[in-house]
């Protein structure tokens, strides 16, 4: 996909993903808090008709690609790749010369759904630093149709009996919920998505940590797991690095008793799938013991 077409995609929705939406709305334009710095006068204005942004704070400014590259601190190439696995081809095909406040995406219509074994899966799993043992463990292979045509992707089952799906161009999902794994521990562990889940599966090296765990699949899911996440005596958060991250693990200190925030371990990545494997004796830090002091 070229940057032309990824730029079609609105400022808007992608910042909305994020958690971040305007502190004022005027129709055809938004200002938002800019999530490039401590803004506490709203000084970022997106333009919905053109799809261009401007924090009036700093001067910068420009199209969807140039913000992810402000806000994940990556080059063009990097951003457009993150893009495409944020929102994927097809997802950003139906608004291709259409007016994107006016479509919504086709709904998904889950056909079939068996262990994980396609190769085509594998591999984009094996790209991104996923243990398959890991992955098969608690991901399946979902199949699909979306508009009359069939797509498959990995599947990651959430408490609403929905599938978060994944695969090299998409990223989506049939109903917005955290998953939650209960445990009888008095520790947990808060993931922003699954693949952040895996990767540190991947880095633990097993399959099963005793701890209860929860997967927001969003950080816009928290209200509907914070009271399980706050029942815990101890909470680990390795939400991302932007601001709606810290914003999410803002919330979650106030809400519990004793929080330890993960991210700073894996700074200036933006997740923990980020986070280049071959660093991980440096991590030692992300893996609480049942016995472990929140710092």
């Not at 401590?38 to 204005?45: A, F, G, I, L, N």
């Not at 085509?120 to 890991?134: F, G, K, Q, V």
């Not at 209200?223 to 919330?251: C, M, P, W």
Request: net charge positive.
């Amino acid at each position: 996909m070229d940057a032309k077409a990824i730029n079609k995609f609105p400022i808007r929705d992608y910042l909305a993903a994020r958690g971040i939406h305007p502190a004022r709305d005027r129709g055809y334009y938004g200002l938002y808090h800019s999530p490039l710095r401590e803004d506490h006068t709203p000084s970022m204005k997106v333009n919905y008709d053109k799809n261009l942004w401007i924090d009036y704070g700093t001067g910068e400014g420009g199209t969807l690609i140039d913000l992810v590259m402000q806000m994940e601190r990556c080059d063009a190439g990097e951003a457009m790749r993150r893009l495409e696995r944020h929102i994927g081809g097809m997802f950003v095909s139906s608004f291709i010369g259409k007016n994107p406040t006016s479509q919504r995406p086709h709904s998904i219509v889950v056909e079939k759904v068996r262990p994980l074994e396609s190769l085509a899966l594998l591999d984009y799993l094996t790209e991104r630093s996923i243990d398959l043992a890991a992955a098969r463990a608690h991901c399946s292979e979902v199949h699909y149709h979306v508009a009359g045509k069939s797509y498959f992707a990995v599947g990651f089952r959430n408490d609403a009996g929905g599938w978060e799906l994944r695969n090299r161009y998409f990223k989506g999902c049939t109903s917005k919920a955290p998953t939650t794994r209960r445990g009888d521990y008095p520790t947990c562990l808060v993931f922003e998505g699954f693949m952040d889940y895996l990767s540190f599966l991947t880095l633990k090296r097993n399959p099963n940590p005793p701890h209860s765990i929860v997967v927001l699949n969003s950080v816009t899911n928290l209200a509907k797991a914070i009271q399980f996440i706050a029942s815990h005596e101890r909470v680990y958060t390795y939400l991302d690095n932007d601001e709606a991250g810290r914003k999410a693990a803002s919330e979650l200190k106030e809400a519990c008793r004793n929080l330890s925030d993960q991210s700073v371990h894996y700074r200036p990545h933006n997740d923990l799938n980020d986070y280049p494997p071959q660093k991980s004796h440096s991590l030692l830090g992300l893996f609480p013991s049942r016995n472990t002091s929140c710092r």
